[in-house]
């Protein structure tokens, strides 16, 4: 199986028009979390989408973020002999045993948004779609560098940064491309003061940033791996009685609340990625699976830069 970059959602919705799918499937899908402003689009994309198939049962489950109580869905779902699996896993680096229980059973499965550790080596009734995350953290990140700059500040700015769930291949390669862009020689002047994972959720986020304000730990800009995370930023920045126009705020996934922040001047950078289009996706790739159609085992759906520039072309898509 080869890689395939595509270069528009539609791409990803084509795959439902496939004459061979059967009328009546039963297909599983497995949540590491629901209460995600991002996770929610995605997951009402692929619920929405099932709405439209005739003959098609989506069972969806919430894991809660424990990965012990997500393997127990999934075993359920098996048991109850579902036709395919969806998995967005609580831990990135433990799907190696998920992989295995639906090879085991004979089911296809395919993994969204989140990267599974054995993404490379997956069976060959198993794949992935997403977004490729090399992108994002870099794009976002070059635009913070670009602000910085105009505000005369690159001769040397701080910067603060709000990681995702430690051990999420996400946020592993969101921050790993904060740090590879701060090491080119156009954004050097950029030096990371502080860095913490605030586990994707507002209000960690905020507790984080209300004591490195308190603790008067100075910062030209805060970059957060989700626009979530900067949210709980602006808050914290706006209970200190601060200005969020003196601070360079960047997420990512331009979320409704996202864009919302952006619209009033808050959050200065973001990057969509496309929720719905994941979600439906997914289940479109899980039945091209089970219908014993061609597929690619990654699918990777363009992250785009989003600006105050460009706000209004994102503001009904997520």
Request: hydrophobic content about 45%; overall charge negative; charged content about 20%.
């Amino acid at each position: 199986m080869k890689n395939l970059t595509l270069l528009a959602t539609a791409s990803v919705m084509c795959l439902a028009t496939l004459p061979a799918f059967a009328q009546d499937q039963s297909i599983g899908a497995a949540f590491h979390v629901f209460d995600d402003n991002f996770i929610t689009v995605l997951r009402n994309g692929m619920i929405a989408h099932a709405d439209e198939i005739d003959g098609l049962t989506l069972q969806v489950e919430n894991a809660k973020l424990d990965v012990g109580h997500q393997l127990d869905q999934i075993q359920t779902m098996i048991a109850s002999g579902v036709d395919a699996l969806i998995v967005l896993p609580v831990d990135t680096d433990g799907t190696i045993a998920i992989s295995q229980m639906a090879e085991d059973a004979g089911i296809p499965l395919v993994y969204v948004n989140r990267e599974p550790i054995n993404v490379d080596n997956l069976p060959a009734n198993q794949a992935f779609i997403a977004s490729n995350e090399e992108d994002s953290g870099t794009m976002q990140t070059e635009e913070v560098c670009r602000l910085l700059k105009d505000r005369g500040l690159g001769d040397g700015a701080r910067v603060a940064v709000l990681q995702g769930q430690l051990g999420n291949f996400a946020a592993r390669v969101r921050t790993q491309d904060i740090e590879n862009v701060i090491a080119t020689p156009e954004c050097s002047f950029m030096e990371i003061v502080v860095s913490e994972s605030a586990d994707w959720q507002r209000v960690p986020a905020r507790d984080f940033v209300t004591n490195w304000l308190s603790a008067d730990i100075g910062f030209d800009a805060i970059i957060a791996n989700n626009d979530e995370m900067a949210i709980g930023a602006i808050q914290a920045i706006k209970a200190a009685g601060l200005d969020t126009g003196d601070f360079v705020i960047a997420g990512i996934d331009a979320t409704i609340d996202g864009l919302a922040a952006m619209k009033d001047g808050d959050l200065d950078v973001t990057v969509f990625q496309d929720a719905a289009g994941q979600g439906a996706g997914g289940l479109d790739l899980a039945r091209t699976i089970i219908a014993g159609e061609p597929f690619d085992q990654k699918t990777y759906i363009p992250f785009l830069l989003v600006t105050p520039d460009n706000l209004s072309d994102f503001e009904n898509r997520n």
